[in-house]
């Protein structure tokens, strides 16, 4: 990161922030005992930054108004959702799936398990890995992870998508973005799959993924942008810990699909490694 400017003291720069965003530029605002610290993730944007704060300071808009009759809330909602297409859309479809559950019920939930569930004879009977993609029902790879059973489960999931998941689109672009999601999806889903479950679900592996990626960037990178709080970084791991104890099932959270959480974070070290090592080599 390297320092900028000096913003005045408790001025509320929640607009000007969401401008830098979607302008794709790197920052962080720090509380120094003269005011408020301005940092840019890369120099080359500098000319960049300082015309935003220019017009942020003038009172100016930041965001560009489409309707007359639309809210600036809204339109600044608009324009930070067009920003991050993949992070959104990740949301939508587990909001949608989650929704369309409660009227499909099991009927939903069946044609997006990793394989194929039926009933033979009163009992459960699945289907293998290699059956599914012969069959040409390659979305049972993904599909898992828009799965969520209940309201806990995907509130969590989805706000640390929403934190990972912007930082990684504004800062590597919506392909970066498109790639971890398919990548760590499906190496989560196969993660748990090995062990020999079939009915599970959540984004929790991508999550993991996220995570992983984004804290590798940032301890690799210094200057890159992407920042994640180091106790963080302890608790989401720590929980992960936890979740595959003996201690974890008798409080109730033995149904957990641990070795999704595990594969993600993989998935996430190795994209992490790969993408700050580019990064690095291109300085």
Do not use: C
Not at 44 to 56: I, N, T
């Amino acid at each position: 990161m390297h320092p900028v400017m000096l913003l005045p003291d408790h001025a509320d720069t929640s607009e000007l922030r969401k401008a830098l965003w979607r302008h794709r530029i790197g920052h962080r605002i720090t509380d120094e005992t003269d005011g408020q610290l301005l940092w840019v993730a890369d120099p080359r944007q500098h000319d960049d930054l300082k015309a935003l704060v220019e017009r942020w300071e003038r009172g100016e808009p930041m965001v560009l108004q489409h309707s007359a009759k639309r809210s600036p809330h809204v339109a600044s909602s608009l324009a930070s959702l067009r920003q991050v297409p993949v992070t959104a859309l990740m949301i939508v479809i587990s909001l949608v799936v989650f929704a369309l559950i409660g009227v499909f019920g099991d009927q939903l939930i069946v044609a997006l398990t990793i394989v194929p569930i039926g009933i033979s004879g009163g009992e459960l009977v699945f289907g293998t890995l290699s059956q599914t993609l012969a069959s040409g029902q390659i979305w049972r790879l993904l599909s898992p992870a828009f799965l969520h059973f209940g309201w806990m489960h995907l509130i969590f999931n989805l706000m640390w998508v929403w934190y990972f998941g912007r930082q990684i689109e504004a800062l590597q672009g919506s392909l970066t973005m498109l790639v971890l999601l398919v990548v760590a999806g499906i190496g989560a889903n196969i993660a748990q799959y090995m062990t020999g479950t079939v009915l599970f679900g959540g984004m929790s592996g991508v999550v993991y993924a996220l995570l992983a990626h984004v804290w590798l960037m940032s301890r690799r990178v210094p200057h890159s942008g992407f920042f994640v709080p180091q106790m963080l970084v302890v608790f989401m791991l720590g929980w992960m810990v936890f979740t595959m104890t003996d201690m974890a099932s008798s409080v109730g959270f033995g149904n957990v699909a641990n070795e999704a959480h595990l594969g993600g974070l993989l998935v996430g070290l190795v994209t992490g490694w790969y993408y700050s090592s580019r990064r690095l080599k291109n300085r």
